[in-house]
């Protein structure tokens, strides 16, 4: 072999050495993650929870995610139980591995402190009071028909029937026999709690002269528990 054709062949071993491969054979492409090995919050959030809540955590069927007063008062240990077990009684499905879901602790936790690091604004509510996320106090049905009148009654009607604004919006019933089976009583008082920012409805601070207490929550949520029919979940049991 001439000294010519010895130097193109080194050159060429170390070309392979170098690129690890051989001619004509396709390089690595691009790592796929198993789905228990994704970390990633925006894509963890895309594919569970924007269906519902919205692809920037708001404008969705469910509670606005996004809302900064629901973030401080539910807090990221809430967001983690809500989002593993799912809430009884509603649409909000358990995610969890543990409670039949797809998802593992590690994926859970990645969401829940992704939307606290995202949307959530630190000491928003300090030195507020506000109620707990959960009804610690029994709540009175009468008390809370009064309290529901002079916090609500301007947009939603003494009785819970709606209202026609003055610009010709029409505000409907909250108290339809379907709305009330669908709802869980966690879901009342969450909504009464932080509002819903993007329609308008202002959260517990602002229904009212005074914001209102713990106790005054508990009771409207009592009273609107109250009008649900019979069958509860079935809006129109005589039919076949």
Known sequence: MTFKGLSVLLATCFFLLGCGRAPGRPGPGPQVLRPEQELNFATLYKANCAGCHGAQGNHGAAIALSNPVYLAIAGEGVLKEVTSRGVHGSLMPAFAKSSGGTLTDQQ???????????????????????????????????????????????????????????????????????????????????????????????????????????QQVTDVVAWMVSQRGPAAGQPYPNHP
């Open 108 to 214: 859970i936790e990645v969401l829940a402190h992704g939307m606290v690091q995202a949307w959530g604004k630190p000491n928003l509510l300090a030195a507020q009071n506000p109620p707990t996320y959960k009804a610690l106090l029994s709540g009175d049905v009468e008390r809370g028909h009064q309290q529901f009148v002079a916090s609500c009654a301007s947009c939603h009607g003494a009785n819970g029937a709606g209202t026609q604004k003055s610009g010709g919006e029409k505000i409907g019933s909250i108290l339809d026999p379907s709305y009330l089976a669908l709802i869980s009583d966690q879901a009342l008082r969450s909504f009464i709690l932080v509002g819903l920012p993007d329609q308008g409805m202002p959260d517990w601070r602002s229904d009212s002269a005074t914001p209102m207490t713990d």
